[in-house]
């Protein structure tokens, strides 16, 4: 019935943007979450660079040699530790076929218009909400130890108002809590349309703002099923307890497959296991402010104001959420040669966590074919904080049938009307 509820499965930061931009539009909307709290997964201990500048698909004929260079344990920042994996090969097969120049151009130009929107929005939200400005738009660094490395990326991104090329020497000029680095440095890019911020901590503010709101969230709820009526979501089923609906959004990250093959199908979304550390930071002179992407190790690197936190690492390793002791080493390593004598390195946090990654690149974004009520938000990769406001906003106007402000960011798929 219309007057019953859009629930929203999963209060990550995507269907917890999800939930607010339903509501702003008058929903009611509930929120089905099987975590005491929002953003307790991959939302919780990412790097929190909207990386607009970054937005570029994995799909490309260059990822072919790259992870074959995986597969032998050579290529910085990527790891295969369940090649045996079934889900693995079937994902693997589709990526092959978008490592094509015409479909990374295409998959890419989704990823940086989708990225570009939410990116522009994240001010106004946090005034919108009367939220404290707790992210920071002066652009971030993209930086190199290879010279070969920086002169061909500079080359395929050029020079404009946007983005532009910096020497070492520039770059410590500019961001001297890099001087520690300055002899690995052989040039990087100031990226001036990035954005950072706790991703956490907005989610969980967006949370209680939404709350405040008439959001309705049930935590500790896992989803067991769906009632099914007329080609449409009839209920949600709970552990506890059948929660009848207007509509579901599954903003479900790598646990979609799960919930959907019931339903008859199974979103080619793979978990790449991503890894963090967070160290207090004691010397503020020391750190750079802007945060930044190492592109030679693969690490992104950035300064919440009080806390320092470094990203590293794909891993193709299933469902695994171990915290293995190489890979708290890699990252203990990289801060203690970069930035040791400006941070606690006696009591770091690390995390791990399980970033929901689409063949093409671009998330599923749209309304499933078979159910007229049921749609996806889903398989934003390592960009679910970039994209997160702009895909919630997306969807919403494709729900409430407004005009859409943007068309075709969406991996598209047999079973979905992709947006």
């Known amino acids: 019935m219309q007057d019953d509820p859009i629930v929203v499965i999963g209060a990550g930061v995507i269907g917890t943007m999800t939930a607010r931009a339903l509501a702003k539009r008058g929903r009611r909307v509930t929120v089905i979450e099987r975590l005491p709290g929002p953003a307790q997964l991959c939302s919780r201990g990412n790097a929190g660079i909207m990386a607009v500048g970054h937005a570029k698909a994995w799909a490309e004929p260059a990822a072919i040699p790259a992870l074959g260079q995986a597969l032998l344990g050579r290529a910085p920042g990527i790891r295969v530790t369940r090649l045996m994996d079934p ?18 151009k295409v998959n890419t130009d989704k990823e940086r218009r989708l990225s570009r929107y939410s990116r522009d929005m994240l001010q106004a939200a946090e005034a919108e909400m009367g939220l404290p400005a707790a992210t920071w738009h002066a652009g971030a660094l993209y930086l190199f130890q290879d010279a070969a490395q920086f ?20 770059l410590i000029a500019r961001e001297p809590g890099l001087a520690a680095m300055r002899d690995r440095l052989a040039g990087g890019l100031l990226s001036r349309i990035d954005s950072v911020g706790d991703c956490h901590l907005f989610t969980g503010r967006t949370a209680a703002w939404a709350a405040e709101n008439g959001v309705e969230f ?4 896992d989803v067991t099923g769906f009632a099914r009526a007329n080609g449409r979501i009839t209920a949600v089923q709970t552990d506890a307890g059948p929660i009848a609906c207007a ?10 497959p799960d919930l959907t093959r019931p339903l008859g ?29 190492d592109e030679t190790e693969l690490l992104a690197v950035a300064n919440y104001g009080d806390r320092l936190r470094v990203t590293a690492i794909a891993e193709f390793a299933g469902r695994d959420r171990s915290l293995p002791a190489d890979r708290v080493k890699l990252l203990d390593a990289y801060v203690r040669r970069s930035f040791g004598a400006a941070v606690d390195l006696d009591h770091p946090e690390f995390w791990t966590g399980l970033r929901p990654t689409t063949p093409a690149g671009p998330p599923y974004l749209g309304r499933v074919r078979r159910f007229e009520n049921l749609w996806i938000n889903a398989g934003h990769g390592q960009l679910g904080w970039t994209m997160s406001l702009g895909a919630a906003e997306t969807l919403a106007q494709a729900m409430a049938g407004e005009p859409p402000a943007l068309r075709d960011v969406s991996s598209r798929a047999r079973w979905l009307e992709a947006l």
Do not use: M, Q
């Not at 889900?87 to 990374?104: D, Y």
């Not at 509509?247 to 979609?256: C, D, N, P, Q, S």
């Open 218 to 221: 049930r935590y500790d709820t």
């Open 265 to 293: 199908f199974a979103p080619a979304i793979y978990p790449v296991k991503g890894y963090s550390g967070t160290w207090r930071i004691t010397d503020p002179a020391g750190v750079p402010k802007l945060p930044f992407v």
């Open 151 to 170: 002169r061909n990326y500079a080359a395929k991104v050029g020079a404009g108002a946007e983005i532009t090329a910096l020497s070492r020497d520039d």
């Open 87 to 104: 889900a693995l090969w079937r994902w693997g097969v589709e990526f092959l076929r978008h490592c094509t120049t015409a479909a990374n």
């Open 247 to 256: 509509g579901v959004v599954l903003a479900t990250g790598v646990e979609t």
